[in-house]
């Protein structure tokens, strides 16, 4: 997901790291007053690094899919990330034409994006496509990515002046990604078999029917569907509306009975840090819970004040569901960024938080590209969530009718 106004720019974390448990071991510096201990965590294949791309997208619900056939298959699998982003960016471009470009073009995506690809495109692994064709290593600065969102919205912007369209304006579109990405294979060889894309997902058992999208607002009715209003859902994708409380026992039920899930979520509040946390901090009452001076706290920057609201553990707000609408409604909470759930851990105080999975590389957090997110934050931050449908809690199909 990315920012309304902005884009995201942007995980190398082993997966027998994970399985031994040594990140809930990994501690933050003294300075920063946060220790964690797993509660419960499944297993998730290694952080990437989506670099200065606004494609967090497709590495969060690609690594959820990923997590998906290590639990069905106890298989390691590293898929594509941009084959999924050049189907979906010609999808999307195709759906703004048509529209006589009034949709606004941006490399943007949500989790159903990619589920479209998978059942419609298929996938293919890594190595069938590995992505960028110049730049992007390990120390890369060179912005490829936004070379390429600049040719490619270009080119599209440059459709607006015709009076009509030829029949292969698609062609030269398509020509753009493939220079920049290469050409999605139409064959490719695994581990000794030759596969298409789709069935190489048929190999791995992944079916659409198998996933739903959930979301909580209450400008629609509880227990129905909707498509919800972002950028990004240009799709249209139909989410169950549920409220706030049943969308995090979701999220723990998921969680306790070995599933992840893909979390479309805003990270741009102050609590949201580069150094792995997330927390909803009581900003009302910033100088009291901090320990500071009334007249020293209303005189520090913004960046200070978040410095000193998320260095150790403190009080947070109490999230309701009309603060989540009241967020939605005036523009607070948008279609942001892109993350894998896949676990629970407590703080030194027994608060409890869930373990995150980034795709901004191992670097950028204390805890090896892991992020942990308190109750209150996912309350409050999650857009919506994409989840394999049996690991909603069973009352809670019924009523969806699931």
């Known amino acids: 997901m990315i920012k309304r106004?902005?884009?995201?720019?942007?995980?190398?974390?082993?997966?027998?790291?994970?399985a031994q448990n040594d990140t809930t071991k990994v501690?933050?510096?003294?300075?920063?007053?946060?220790?964690?201990?797993?509660?419960d965590s499944v297993a998730i294949t290694p952080v990437k690094d989506q670099n200065r791309s606004s494609t967090c997208w497709a590495f969060s619900t690609l690594g959820f899919l990923e997590s998906e056939v290590l639990r069905e298959k106890g298989k390691e699998v590293d898929f594509s990330e941009m084959y999924v982003v050049s189907k979906t960016m010609m999808d999307r471009a195709t759906y703004c034409v048509r529209l006589y470009n009034e949709p606004h073009f941006a490399p943007g995506g949500s989790a159903y994006d990619v589920i479209y690809c998978m059942?419609?495109?298929?996938?293919?692994?890594q190595e069938a496509m590995p992505?960028?064709?110049?730049?992007?290593?390990?120390?890369?600065?060179?912005?490829?990515?936004?070379?390429?969102?600049?040719?490619?919205?270009?080119y599209l912007n440059g459709l607006k002046s015709l009076k009509k369209l030829s029949p292969v304006w698609k062609e030269g579109l398509?020509?753009?990604?493939?220079?920049?990405?290469?050409?999605?294979?139409?064959?490719?060889?695994?581990?000794g078999k030759k596969y298409t894309p789709k069935n190489f997902v048929e190999s791995l058992g992944l079916k659409e029917e198998n996933y739903v999208s959930i979301t909580s607002y209450t400008h629609h009715p509880f227990y129905e569907k909707?498509?919800?209003?972002?950028?990004?859902?240009?799709?249209m994708d139909q989410m169950y509306n549920v409220p706030m409380e049943d969308m995090m026992r979701i999220i723990d039920h998921a969680i306790a009975n070995g599933y992840t899930l893909a979390w479309a979520a805003d990270v741009s509040e102050l609590g949201f840090t580069r150094k792995g946390i997330g927390v909803v901090p009581?900003?009302?009452?910033?100088a009291d819970i901090t320990g500071s001076d009334m007249a020293k706290w209303v005189g520090m920057s913004n960046d200070k004040k978040k410095e000193e609201l998320t260095k150790k553990p403190l009080p947070e707000k109490t999230i309701t569901q009309q603060m989540r609408q009241d967020a939605f409604d005036n523009w607070e909470n948008t279609d942001d960024h892109g993350m894998q759930i896949?676990?629970?851990a407590k703080d030194q105080n027994g608060k409890k938080y869930y373990m995150i999975k980034n795709s901004w590389g191992t670097m950028r957090s204390n805890y090896k590209g892991i992020w942990y997110v308190s109750e209150a934050f996912m309350q409050y931050k999650t857009n919506d969530i994409l989840v394999h449908k049996n690991a909603i809690p069973k009352d809670i199909r019924k009523k969806l009718g699931i």
């Open 342 to 344: 896949f676990g629970t």
């Open 131 to 154: 992505g960028i064709r110049y730049g992007w290593t390990k120390n890369d600065t060179l912005p490829v990515h936004s070379e390429l969102d600049k040719v490619a919205g270009g």
């Open 27 to 39: 501690k933050s510096d003294t300075t920063e007053g946060f220790r964690f201990t797993t509660i």
């Open 226 to 235: 909707f498509a919800l209003e972002v950028p990004d859902n240009w799709r």
């Open 5 to 18: 106004l902005f884009f995201i720019a942007t995980c190398a974390f082993s997966i027998s790291a994970l």
């Open 282 to 286: 009581d900003d009302d009452h910033g």
């Open 119 to 125: 059942e419609h495109y298929g996938l293919v692994p």
């Open 174 to 191: 398509q020509a753009i990604y493939d220079t920049y990405l290469g050409k999605c294979p139409e064959e490719f060889e695994y581990e």
